[in-house]
């Protein structure tokens, strides 16, 4: 059966919901192999309590962090990673995890990982091509 992606619709609708950074939005959704949507997070600005240090949550990490407490390897059969990034001014950009990113998602033992790149196309990261082009929304 191949793999059903998400509609990067519904990955823009969520990026804009859940970021908080300004000068571009990006999105991690989890999915199964049917397309069914799991978990998704955005890039976050965090400040500790006492306000003194802020930093960013990478979406991958945010991501991680919610199919770890969903318990999602052990409920799914496969568990699929869409990184997505969205500029108001560019569209679609390069959203390829860094690679403190990577090793989260290969320690959590994800099944595939897409994104985005600057040409408006899905990437497949572990087959190295381009799966489809996307539309702006």
Not at 29 to 48: E, K, P, W
Not at 77 to 101: E, F, H, I, N
Request: net charge positive; aromatic share 10%.
């Amino acid at each position: 059966m191949p793999i059903k992606l998400p509609s990067l619709d519904l990955c823009f609708d969520r990026i804009s919901k859940e970021s908080n950074t300004h000068s571009f939005h990006l999105c991690a959704v989890a999915f199964t192999r049917s397309g069914h949507i799991i978990a998704s997070s955005a890039n976050r600005q965090l400040t500790r309590a006492d306000g003194a240090k802020k930093w960013t949550e990478h979406a991958e990490e945010g991501l991680v962090r919610k199919l770890h407490n969903l318990k999602a390897r052990q409920r799914f059969r496969t568990v699929y990673v869409l990184v997505a990034r969205w500029s108001d001014a560019q569209g679609w950009l390069m959203a390829k995890p860094c690679g403190d990113c990577w090793r989260r998602l290969n320690n959590y033992d994800v099944d595939g990982v897409f994104y985005t790149n600057a040409d408006g196309d899905i990437e497949d990261a572990f087959r190295f091509g381009t799966i489809t082009s996307i539309q702006t929304p």
